[in-house]
């Protein structure tokens, strides 16, 4: 039997030759323009003391205390046919889950666009590591905790594509992708997929009719398993009767081959006959009458804001029936609200090859503090217990972010209802979380994040409170002009209970962390 030092030094050299292929072929095509680069290392270095370092019931709790250190660099390149951006760092942690040993976790974020021939041929690479928790019963934050329901994540893509323009009777977008999915855990499956789309609509030299074929393949491989084939081809015909309406007509056909038990995919061919209002640059309804009805609302009552609803009743498809999909935003000089709501099948997979390794940004769009440890979520808690099935499901999210240049303040409120397609378990997860960040003087800034969430299986209902709060401040150093040093000091409680006591557990953590970048 294959030991788990060699399967994970297995796993790690194939991270680094990936990587180094997709950076080195980015860098080859960046030396032929004019670009700009930009480095900038980094090092984190914090001391962690835990009074439940495993996440254990009452009784049986273990404290330790964790010493991390985490050397990164960004790299960032902007060129007129070419864009790189590349974050990867090396948490190191010291008798996390307090056994005394040493371990390494590797996180990355790296996507990269180049323009091979110009207006025609063009690559998009991605590459993502991080962590995530395999079961959501008792679910961690980060890696310092719950050693034992964790599995690294990691994700490469290579997609190139090509669009074509034939003399302004009609445009096109070729694009093949392919991706790869591995997780050092049984309880889902590897994957190799392949992913082919081809687009072609009409091009200027049409006005008053308007066309497109549109065709799109996913074949998910797995290692183990029932493999997963997502196919859809639609076109379209349009007529344009004057500037404020439009009808059209629709077909396609769809063939998904996935297990289920549920019944909610049917194959087969599809149609709709329908229309398109828009008196003003305000509202539009369109709407469509076949085996695969809708109805679509858009609109922007006032300024700055945009609400689009769809209504989708179909008897062929991915999802038949009734299906829901919402968005909408409003933003101000100094606010962001957003609500949506959607339903999808997907894999376990998929959601996993869709999670960045971290990410750097708030919802405005500035740097957040040391976000590998403690600054945002690394690993997320509402995700179904890892396995191979197809899951469909119902989300909803509604959030407000309010910037006064010194202080923001964020609220979050989300519900998610999942349902295996195969066993037809069902996992719900409601919860909201906030934070507040006020910068109370010219160097430190105080910040509050609190958090709820419940989730709900066939088996068990857990609760889960959190709060963290903390103080961070910048420390003047002169090692170059741009260098930065920030220190911080963070408490954090959790608090989960469940009527399985094996669940439940309750831990209060202390953080001291410095973060230099230079």
Same mark, same amino acid.
């Given at each position: 039997?294959?030991?788990?030092?060699?399967?994970?030094?297995?796993?790690?050299?194939?991270?680094?030759?990936?990587?180094?292929? =997709?950076?080195?072929?980015?860098?080859?095509?960046?030396?032929?323009?004019?670009?700009?680069?930009?480095?900038?290392?980094?090092?984190?270095?914090?001391?962690?003391?835990?009074?439940?370092?495993?996440?254990?019931?009452?009784? *049986?709790? *273990?404290?330790?205390?964790?010493?991390?250190?985490?050397?990164?660099?960004?790299?960032?390149?902007? !060129?007129?046919?070419?864009?790189?951006?590349?974050? &990867?760092?090396?948490?190191?942690? =010291?008798?996390?889950?307090?056994? $005394?040993?040493?371990?390494?976790?590797?996180?990355?974020?790296?996507?990269?666009?180049?323009?091979?021939?110009?207006?025609?041929?063009?690559?998009?690479?991605?590459?993502?590591?991080?962590?995530?928790?395999?079961?959501?019963?008792? $679910?961690?934050?980060?890696?310092?905790?719950? *050693?034992?329901?964790?599995?690294?994540?990691?994700?490469?893509?290579?997609?190139?594509?090509?669009?074509?323009?034939?003399? +302004?009777?009609?445009? +096109?977008?070729?694009?093949? *992708?392919?991706?790869?999915?591995?997780?050092?855990?049984?309880?889902?499956?590897?994957?190799?997929?392949?992913? &082919?789309?081809?687009?072609?609509?009409?091009?200027?030299?049409?006005?008053?009719f308007t066309w497109f074929i549109d065709h799109n393949r996913s074949d998910?491989?797995? !290692?183990?398993?029932?493999?997963?084939?997502?196919?859809?081809?639609?076109?379209?015909?349009?007529?344009?009767?004057?500037?404020?309406?439009?009808?059209?007509?629709?077909?396609?056909?769809?063939?998904?081959?996935?297990?289920?038990?549920?019944?909610?995919?049917?194959?087969?061919?599809? &149609?709709?006959?329908?229309?398109?209002?828009?008196?003003?640059?305000?509202? !539009?309804?369109?709407?469509?009458? +076949?085996?695969?009805?809708?109805?679509?609302?858009?609109?922007?009552?006032?300024?700055?804001?945009?609400?689009?609803?769809?209504?989708?009743?179909?008897?062929?498809?991915?999802?038949?029936?009734?299906?829901?999909?919402?968005? =909408?935003? &409003?933003?101000?000089?100094?606010?962001?609200?957003?609500?949506?709501?959607?339903?999808? #099948?997907? #894999?376990?997979?998929?959601?996993?090859?869709?999670?960045?390794?971290?990410?750097?940004?708030?919802?405005?769009?500035?740097?957040?503090?040391?976000?590998?440890?403690? +600054?945002?979520?690394?690993?997320?808690?509402?995700?179904?217990?890892?396995?191979?099935?197809?899951?469909?499901?119902?989300?909803?999210?509604?959030?407000?972010?309010?910037?006064?240049?010194?202080?923001?303040?964020?609220?979050?409120?989300?519900?998610?209802?999942?349902?295996?397609?195969?066993?037809?378990?069902?996992?719900?997860?409601?919860?909201?979380?906030?934070?507040?960040?006020?910068?109370?003087?010219?160097?430190?800034?105080?910040?509050?994040?609190?958090?709820?969430?419940?989730?709900?299986?066939?088996? !068990?209902?857990?609760?889960?409170?959190?709060?963290?709060?903390?103080?961070?401040?910048?420390?003047?150093?002169?090692?170059?002009?741009?260098?930065?040093?920030?220190?911080?000091?963070?408490?954090?409680?959790?608090?989960?209970?469940?009527?399985?006591?094996?669940?439940?557990?309750?831990?209060?953590?202390?953080?001291?962390?410095?973060?230099? #970048?230079?």
């Amino acid at each position: 039997m294959v030991s788990k030092i060699k399967v994970r030094k297995w796993i790690l050299c194939r991270i680094n030759v990936v990587i180094s292929i =997709l950076i080195t072929i980015n860098l080859f095509l960046s030396v032929s323009y004019a670009s700009d680069w930009r480095f900038t290392p980094s090092f984190s270095a914090s001391e962690v003391y835990s009074d439940n370092i495993n996440l254990g019931v009452s009784g *049986k709790e *273990k404290g330790a205390f964790v010493t991390e250190l985490t050397p990164g660099i960004s790299i960032r390149n902007k !060129s007129a046919r070419n864009s790189l951006n590349l974050d &990867y760092r090396v948490q190191n942690l =010291l008798n996390s889950g307090g056994n $005394s040993n040493f371990n390494s976790f590797h996180q990355l974020q790296f996507d990269s666009n180049s323009e091979i021939i110009r207006n025609s041929i063009f690559l998009d690479l991605n590459s993502s590591i991080g962590q995530q928790n395999i079961n959501n019963r008792i $679910s961690a934050n980060d890696n310092f905790s719950g *050693k034992n329901n964790r599995t690294n994540v990691i994700n490469y893509s290579v997609s190139p594509y090509w669009t074509p323009h034939f003399n +302004g009777y009609a445009n +096109g977008e070729a694009r093949f *992708k392919y991706s790869q999915l591995l997780l050092d855990n049984n309880l889902a499956s590897d994957s190799k997929n392949l992913d &082919y789309s081809i687009r072609l609509n009409s091009g200027r030299r049409f006005t008053w009719f308007t066309w497109f074929i549109d065709h799109n393949r996913s074949d998910q491989n797995r !290692s183990s398993g029932e493999d997963v084939v997502f196919q859809n081809t639609l076109g379209e015909m349009r007529w344009h009767i004057n500037r404020y309406f439009n009808v059209f007509a629709q077909a396609g056909y769809v063939d998904n081959q996935f297990e289920q038990t549920t019944g909610r995919n049917d194959n087969g061919l599809f &149609y709709s006959f329908g229309g398109k209002w828009k008196p003003n640059h305000r509202i !539009s309804l369109e709407g469509a009458y +076949g085996n695969n009805s809708f109805v679509t609302l858009d609109i922007t009552p006032i300024r700055h804001m945009h609400w689009v609803t769809t209504y989708r009743n179909n008897d062929k498809g991915i999802n038949t029936g009734d299906i829901w999909e919402s968005s =909408l935003e &409003y933003i101000t000089k100094r606010t962001i609200w957003k609500g949506s709501y959607s339903e999808e #099948t997907t #894999t376990i997979q998929s959601v996993l090859s869709g999670l960045p390794g971290f990410d750097n940004l708030d919802e405005f769009g500035n740097p957040i503090f040391n976000s590998v440890v403690n +600054g945002v979520t690394l690993s997320d808690t509402t995700l179904p217990t890892f396995n191979n099935e197809v899951l469909f499901t119902k989300k909803g999210e509604v959030s407000v972010a309010y910037n006064t240049g010194k202080s923001e303040v964020s609220i979050r409120a989300f519900s998610a209802r999942t349902t295996f397609q195969t066993t037809q378990k069902i996992n719900n997860v409601i919860g909201a979380e906030g934070f507040l960040d006020w910068r109370f003087m010219r160097r430190n800034t105080l910040f509050i994040r609190p958090g709820w969430q419940q989730i709900t299986r066939d088996d !068990s209902k857990d609760k889960r409170w959190t709060i963290s709060a903390g103080l961070m401040r910048r420390i003047p150093i002169s090692i170059g002009r741009k260098s930065k040093l920030n220190a911080k000091i963070e408490y954090q409680y959790v608090n989960q209970q469940s009527n399985v006591v094996i669940n439940e557990f309750i831990e209060n953590r202390i953080t001291a962390n410095l973060l230099l #970048t230079y």
